[in-house]
Every structure is written in C-alpha cells, then in structure tokens.
C-alpha cells in the first residue's frame, strides 16, 4: 500500500471541487489556485516517476481490499511516464488559457482539473471497468472543454464528438460484460492469470470481447476508419483544449499498451497477441490518411489535428509490431509528438490572433505583428513534427525505423512511414511559407500584442522539443526499462500477492 | 427466460443502432437511450442468469453474482449524465442552427462555405 498513489487523482479532484464552489469569485483567485493545483500535480507526477523508477510495482488498494477483489491503482514505469507527460502538457495549457481563454466561462478551471483527473485515474487504474469510468470522468469533462468558448462552430463538432463517444461507451461496456462473462474477474492482472486458461466456448466470447475493446480504444486512438471525427472536434476547440486533447488519443493508445500486452501478451495461451496483427496495416494506412489529411487542410489548426492522426499512426505501427526496441522507441516518440502537437495548437491560436480576419486560415494576408517570434515557434514545432533533425521527432523516427526487424513488415513501415515524413515536411513548408513569408498590402487591424503568459506557454511548450534532444540518454534509458518492464507481465501478476491487511508500507 | 432475455437485448440494441443512424438528433438520442438500455441488461445478465440464489458463495450450490449489478448500477448512473448532457447539446445544436439535422444543416442545402465566424473565450 502507498498512499502516494492518490495524490494525482486526489489533487485534481479536491482542486476542481473548489473551483466548482468558487464560479463567482474574482478570477485572478480562482486562476491561481488552479494553476497552483495543476502546479501540485505534477510535482506528485514528479515524486510517482522517481519512486517508480526503481523498477517495482506499487499499488493503492481501496479500502484495504486485497485485489482482485478490490479495486487497485497500480503504479509502474509507464503509468509514472503518462502522468508526468500529461501533467507537464497540463500546466503548459493551462498558463496559456489563463493569458485570456478562460474567460467567459466560470467553470472552465473546475472542467479542466476534472479532465485532468480522469486522464489520471486512467494511466493508473489497475481495474478494466475503473479504466471504464476513468474514460467517462474524462470524456464528461472533454465535452464541456469542447464546447467552451462563444460562437456556434463547435456545436455540431461537439455532437458528432458526444454521440461517438457514448457509442464508443456503449461497446466497451459490451466488451467488458463478455470478458467478465467467461474469466469472471476485471482486475488486470487477474485476467492475465486467467486468460491463458480459458479454453472451450469460452475462448471464442473472450476473443470477440478483446476485439471490440480494440474498437473502442482505437476509437479514443483515433485509427483509421474511426479517426474523421478528430480533424472537426480539435480544429474547432480553443486552443489550450485543443493542445490538452492531444493527449486524449494517447490514452486510446496506453489502454491498448496496457491491455494488449499484460492480458493479451505473449503468454496468453490460445489468445495470445491478439488483434496485433490487425492493427500493423491499420497503423500504416491512419498514417497515410493522417498526410493526406494534413496535405489537404486549409487551417493550421486543422494541419496540427492531423498531425495528432499522423502520429497515432507512427505509434501504433511499431506497438503492433511487439519488439521491446519498437516500444521503446514508440514511448519515446509518443513524448515527443504530444509535447510537439501541443505548442503548435498554441503556436497556431497565437498566429489566428495575429491575423485579423484571415485568422489561421492557410491564406496570405498582411504583415502580422511579432512575426518573427512566432515563425520561429512555428519551425521548430513542424521541424520536430515532420521529424527534422536535430530535433526529438527525429530521434524518435529513427529509433522506429531501426526497431523494425528485416522483412516484409520493414519494407512496408520504411517506406511509409518516410514517405508520410517526406509529405508532412511538404505540408508544413507549404502551410507556413503562405502563413509567414507571403504577405499582401492591406489594412490589418492593431491586434493585441502577444501577452507573456502565452508566449511563455506557447515557446516553453515547443522548447520541450529541444529539451528532450539534450536529455535523450536519460529519457532513453527510461522507455527502455519501461519496455522491457512491460514485456515482463509476471511481474504484474504478482501484485495479487501483495498482502493487506495491518501491512502499511 | 434465456430466450425472451436474449430477445430483448437484441431488439433493445437493434433499434438503437437503427435510430442512431437517423439524421435527426431527437432519433439518435433515443437509440442512445435504447442502446444503454440493452448494454445495461447485457452486462446484468454476464453474471448468469439465476432466481431466488443467494449472492454469496459457498453457502449453496448455486449462487446469483453481485458484481453485475454494481457494474450495472454505476453504468446506469453514467449512462443517465451522459444522456442529458446529449439532450441540452442536441437543443443547442437546434437553436444555433435552426435546424435538429446531425450535421447542422440538410445536405442538399449547403452552397458555398460561408464564413465562420469565431469569438474565443471573450
């Protein structure tokens, strides 16, 4: 038992309350107690990450009840590793919204932290169903992000958005019911001892379930034939929740992390490697739709949306391929692209604001205000997202490329995934050649100048993608023990052995 | 009891899915209703269908689960917020757009792009 455990879960929740009491106070009181609770939880992201550094599991059982009976928070590597990413991702986003963003909604800074606590409960939940309600807390809380900001263009991008995600509920929920049906556990590291055993009639309602939780959380992923409803939603919404959201799709893609490889991994009998061989062309063809998407995008906010598709696919295309090299590197470059698509979603609002009514429109204009500190913003956010040397895109490309082994399976991922890079570079010099160098005479009214807060935001963000360059070997040798953890799912299986009660460590 | 079980499940859940594939939000937010519904009684009946059996184990040869039930419960309750979040969101969609179609307008009434105007946080 670790009560740590709680704090990411327990500092959002208590936060976002406060905020839920406090519509009516004076906003500089509520923005800085929700930065200072943002601030809180990723110093307990921070303290997680070093504690589970050292290569053990931890768990936080409710209620002193032992697991699988109970419900458990299990803390490894790569919960650790999301929590910290998300929260620094978070704190970014929400310096940005206070420059001005939050305004005009009293419950923005309570829906935030809320969103914050869902995505927290998920990384850490040991639990199939909690790993549900982890999705609703988050999901409730998304809908009301999306929906925040005046104007009518979000309504119908936030019902599309709504009616998926309830159907997407509906399913898992089925998926759940048919796996708990056969092994009559939902604790995860009760599956992974039971699954393995099934046999008979059984196998098949098991094996029927695991795909439809594929659906699901590839819905959440954001995979081929469910991806068209990304591009609208995240394009649409203000920009720190467009740049909080691109952590949303990671979520899709640490539950197929988690499922896939402890219940369905490698020692899972006669379900072994489940649906892994779906989802290697499916990645490669959410790749190739991501470029096509991003070639053919007439915002900057709607490129960076695909860019989110784009890298989906880049991450998934090497999970599906089950290396520990290709997780690794897939955990490296997940880092990379979330931070990356983050500042160009605020990069992006900050260029929209600067341009009168030509907004982020990839259209010429007149001369905008602060040019240069935002084209620079601009390049290094594309630079590491097309995955130009030096930055970390790079980095993490190349580790994939290499984790393929040789075959026919590196054949397909080299080509397609150098080929999307060589088009994504395409897309983005085009987009900020018109966006930045081409400008038309014409009268531009005296847009507000750049405050600091989201400058900061917004340069600190896209910055991140150097940092990682020059602390690649730490963060490297990180991915690797979690890769190398997570291929190890005996381990897992012995937190069912952790004992409870009178024990307090 | 199986069959009629089974039976209401499916056609819970197939005239959900067919009235979520309707144009209009009032139809999808009904065959969300009726698709929870038959997910709601699904996930009951993972536990095995049983009357009259006690809900612990070992004090008689067969016994009801209870844990579908709590799934159950705290699906409904998720189920019923989601709901209405979907329902004042539908109404929305219906004011900003004068027009209940999912996507905002009929299909064949869309000429040339207009101009969306966009007011951020102010």
Known sequence: ?505 | MELVFALVIGALTSSGVYLILRARTFPVVVGLTLLSYGVNLFLFSSGRLATGQQPIIGTAASYADPLPQALVLTAIVIGFAMTAFVVVLSLRNLADNEDDHVDGKQPYKSPAPEEEEEVTGK
């Not at chain 1, 050292?54 to 590597?77: C, E, T």
């Open chain 1, 1 to 505: 038992m670790n009560h740590w455990l709680t704090a990411p879960v327990l500092i959002p929740l208590l936060g976002g309350i406060l905020q839920a009491f406090m519509g009516y106070a004076p906003i500089s009181l509520r923005r800085t107690l929700a930065l200072a609770t943002t601030f809180l939880m990723l110093v307990s992201a921070i303290v997680l990450l070093i504690m589970a550094n050292d290569g053990s599991y931890r768990i936080y059982a409710f209620g002193n009840w032992q697991p699988p009976f109970g419900i458990v928070l299990v803390l490894d590597r790569l919960a650790a590793l999301m929590l910290v990413m998300t929260a620094v991702l978070a704190l970014f986003c929400h310096v940005f919204s206070i420059g001005g963003a939050d305004e005009g909604n009293r419950q923005f800074h309570g829906l935030f932290l809320f969103q914050l606590m869902g995505l927290n409960i998920a990384f850490l939940t040991g639990d199939l169903f909690n790993l549900f309600v982890a999705f609703e807390v988050l999901l409730i809380a998304s809908y009301g992000l999306l929906m925040h900001g005046g104007g009518t263009v979000r309504t119908v991008p936030g019902l599309h958005y709504v009616v998926l995600n309830l159907i997407g509920s509906a399913v898992f929920l089925i998926s759940v019911g048919m796996i708990y049906s056969v092994t009559g556990t939902l604790n995860m590291a009760d599956l992974a001892v039971k699954v393995p055993q099934i046999s008979g009639e059984g196998l098949s309602i098991v094996k029927a379930g695991g795909m439809m939780l594929l659906v699901v959380f590839g819905l959440k992923a954001a995979i081929l034939p469910l991806c068209f409803w990304l591009p609208r939603a995240y394009s649409k919404a203000t920009a720190p929740v467009a740049a909080l959201f691109a952590v949303m799709t990671k979520v899709g893609i640490y539950a197929i992390l988690r499922v896939y490889l402890l219940i369905f991994g490698d020692d899972a009998g006669k379900l072994a490697n489940l649906g892994m061989d779906w989802l290697f062309p499916i990645a490669l063809a959410t790749l190739a739709m991501g470029v096509i998407g991003a070639l053919g995008s007439g915002t900057l906010k709607t490129l960076v949306a695909w860019q989110v598709i784009i890298s989906v696919g880049t991450l998934l295309a090497p999970i599906a391929l089950g290396s520990e090299a290709g997780l690794s590197a897939a955990l490296f470059y997940l880092l990379s692209t979330t931070w990356t698509v983050g500042g160009l979603f605020l990069v992006s609002e900050l260029v929209a604001n600067q341009r009168g009514s030509a907004k982020d429109r990839i259209i010429t204009a007149p001369k905008m205000q602060s040019r240069t500190f935002l084209s620079v913003l601009f390049l290094v956010g594309a630079v590491a997202a097309a995955g130009l040397p030096p930055l970390s895109g790079f980095f993490g490309k190349v580790l994939i490329l290499q984790s393929a082994e040789a075959g026919t399976e590196m054949a397909w991922l080299w080509s397609v995934l150098l080929t999307g890079s060589f088009l994504t570079v395409i897309a983005y010099s085009r987009a900020g050649s018109i966006v930045f160098w081409r400008t038309v005479d014409g009268h531009l009214n005296k847009p507000d100048p750049l405050n600091g807060r989201v400058s900061v935001a917004a340069g600190a963000l896209t910055a991140l993608a150097i940092a990682m360059v020059v602390l690649a070997g730490p963060i490297m040798a990180y991915t690797d023990a979690t890769a190398a953890q997570l291929h190890n799912a005996d381990a897992y299986i012995e937190i069912l052995q952790t004992p409870m009660v009178g024990e307090d460590s």
